[in-house]
């Protein structure tokens, strides 16, 4: 059983190591870009914190874009989570023009094409957005295989309670030594984190076959957004539209802080707000909430807190995959866990290299004597 565990776990790593470095190292990425991006870009993606000022709120950050794009619907509008952040608005649907306004001021800062960000682009290849479901189920055998390496990697080095102590040893003699033994540690350092990464992009890619699968075990019947149709057509609203929107939200759900609104492209369709409680994981919140386009009027509404347990639990998945779940130090090892399936596959493609060499030389007749004989 051991050995078939070790061909599984060599071989898924050399066939599908190579895909697995680079979604390792398109993730880290990620984890850095938006910040980098606000290093990069502050005169666009930062605000100057006035002497006791508040931020001008979502309303005149709608109105601010509107004037400046009269004849571009906004699509997405999300609120700063940083005194020093900005209002960002995405114009006409998911890949959009970025805009970006003062959080003090209400000015128009700038604007940006999606794809010259630093995070847009790699996150399009990331997820398997740009090759449409067939490469998002791709991504999602990718995850399958990095969470199957993980689990049989520490099942084939378990090497017993006896034996423990030498398992654990980290030799420096050799460059295959060092290999060998780097493998190893990397593996077992960075299992928790590869793991849960790995569960959790699972959930991501295969959301309703999950979903649907854990509300059968626990007999809970969420499914949201409800269908809704409106007879109004979508499109651009007055600020008035917008505060009553944020208050219909804000009364639904109380303690919870709006993070963002998201207007539909086409007639028929509600205005979505999200909103996160104050120490919750998600970086937007996982409470969703439904607004009538053109009264503001609460329809539909879906408290993070008041959900059940395997709701609960799912809604915890896309932090954990993405480091939000425990500050800085999360984040810096996810992206540390980002870099790993770069060295198991050089390590690991050189240990199989160098097996392979060392049985070839033991395979042939020694000192010559075959072509002596022969003669």
Same mark, same amino acid.
């Not at 565990?5 to 066939?15: A, C, E, K, P, Q």
């Not at 993606?45 to 950050?61: R, T």
């Not at 604007?111 to 290849?125: G, H, K, M, N």
């Not at 870099?339 to 392979?356: C, E, S």
């Given at each position: 059983?051991?050995?078939?565990?070790?061909?599984?776990? $060599?071989?898924?790593?050399?066939?599908?190591?190579?895909?697995?470095?680079?979604?390792?190292?398109?993730?880290?990425?990620?984890?850095?870009?938006?910040? @980098?991006?606000? /290093? #990069?870009?502050?005169?666009?993606?930062?605000?100057?914190?006035?002497?006791?000022?508040?931020?001008?709120?979502?309303?005149?950050?709608?109105?601010?874009?509107?004037?400046?794009?009269?004849?571009?619907?906004?699509?997405?509008?999300?609120?700063?989570?940083?005194?020093?952040?900005?209002?960002?608005?995405? #114009?006409?649907?998911?890949?959009?023009? $970025?805009?970006?306004?003062?959080?003090?001021?209400?000015?128009?800062?700038?604007?940006?094409?999606?794809?010259?960000?630093?995070?847009?682009?790699?996150?399009?290849?990331?997820?398997?957005?740009?090759? %449409?479901?067939?490469?998002?189920?791709?991504?999602?055998?990718?995850?399958?295989?990095?969470?199957?390496?993980?689990?049989?990697?520490?099942?084939? /080095?378990?090497?017993?309670?006896?034996? =423990?102590?030498?398992?654990?040893?980290?030799?420096?003699?050799?460059?295959?030594? =060092?290999?060998?033994?780097?493998?190893?540690?990397?593996? @077992?350092?960075?299992?928790?984190?590869?793991?849960?990464?790995?569960?959790?992009?699972?959930?991501?890619?295969?959301?309703?076959?999950?979903?649907?699968?854990?509300?059968?075990?626990?007999?809970?019947?969420?499914?949201?957004?409800?269908?809704?149709?409106?007879?109004?057509?979508?499109?651009?609203?007055?600020?008035?539209?917008?505060?009553?929107?944020?208050?219909?939200?804000?009364?639904?759900?109380?303690?919870?802080?709006?993070?963002?609104? %998201?207007?539909?492209?086409?007639?028929?369709?509600?205005?979505?707000?999200?909103?996160?409680?104050?120490?919750?994981?998600?970086?937007?919140?996982? +409470? $969703?909430?439904?607004?009538?386009?053109?009264?503001?009027?609460?329809?539909?509404?879906?408290?993070?807190?008041?959900?059940?347990?395997?709701?609960?639990?799912?809604?915890?998945?896309?932090?954990?995959?993405?480091?939000?779940?425990?500050?800085?130090?999360?984040?810096?090892?996810?992206?540390?866990?980002?870099?790993?399936?770069?060295?198991?596959? @050089?390590?690991?493609?050189?240990?199989?290299?160098? $097996?392979?060499? #060392?049985?070839?030389?033991?395979?042939?007749?020694?000192?010559?004597?075959?072509?002596?004989? +022969?003669?």
């Amino acid at each position: 059983m051991r050995r078939t565990l070790m061909s599984v776990h $060599r071989w898924t790593g050399l066939i599908l190591g190579l895909f697995l470095a680079v979604e390792g190292l398109l993730g880290a990425w990620l984890v850095i870009a938006e910040p @980098l991006d606000e /290093w #990069l870009h502050p005169e666009i993606l930062q605000s100057q914190p006035q002497a006791g000022s508040e931020p001008v709120g979502l309303a005149a950050a709608y109105d601010a874009v509107s004037e400046a794009h009269p004849d571009r619907p906004i699509w997405l509008l999300m609120q700063p989570d940083e005194p020093t952040g900005v209002y960002k608005a995405v #114009l006409e649907g998911h890949h959009g023009p $970025r805009v970006y306004v003062d959080a003090y001021t209400g000015a128009v800062l700038g604007e940006r094409a999606a794809f010259s960000t630093l995070e847009t682009p790699i996150r399009v290849i990331h997820t398997g957005e740009f090759g %449409g479901a067939w490469l998002e189920t791709g991504m999602g055998i990718l995850a399958i295989a990095m969470l199957g390496l993980a689990i049989t990697g520490i099942v084939v /080095w378990w090497p017993g309670w006896k034996w =423990l102590r030498t398992g654990l040893g980290l030799s420096t003699a050799s460059l295959a030594d =060092l290999s060998r033994d780097g493998h190893r540690w990397a593996g @077992l350092i960075g299992l928790p984190f590869l793991a849960i990464i790995a569960a959790s992009g699972i959930y991501l890619i295969f959301h309703h076959a999950v979903q649907d699968t854990v509300h059968a075990v626990t007999g809970e019947e969420t499914h949201f957004p409800p269908p809704i149709e409106l007879a109004e057509e979508a499109g651009p609203m007055p600020p008035d539209h917008v505060r009553a929107m944020v208050a219909s939200a804000r009364e639904a759900v109380p303690e919870a802080r709006i993070t963002l609104l %998201g207007f539909p492209t086409e007639a028929g369709r509600a205005v979505q707000a999200r909103m996160r409680y104050p120490g919750e994981w998600h970086p937007i919140g996982n +409470s $969703r909430i439904l607004l009538h386009p053109d009264s503001g009027a609460l329809l539909a509404a879906y408290d993070f807190q008041e959900a059940g347990p395997g709701d609960y639990a799912m809604d915890h998945l896309y932090p954990l995959h993405i480091g939000t779940y425990g500050g800085t130090a999360a984040r810096t090892a996810h992206f540390v866990a980002g870099l790993l399936p770069t060295l198991f596959l @050089l390590t690991g493609t050189y240990i199989w290299w160098r $097996r392979r060499k #060392l049985r070839r030389k033991r395979a042939r007749p020694r000192g010559g004597g075959a072509r002596a004989g +022969s003669r």
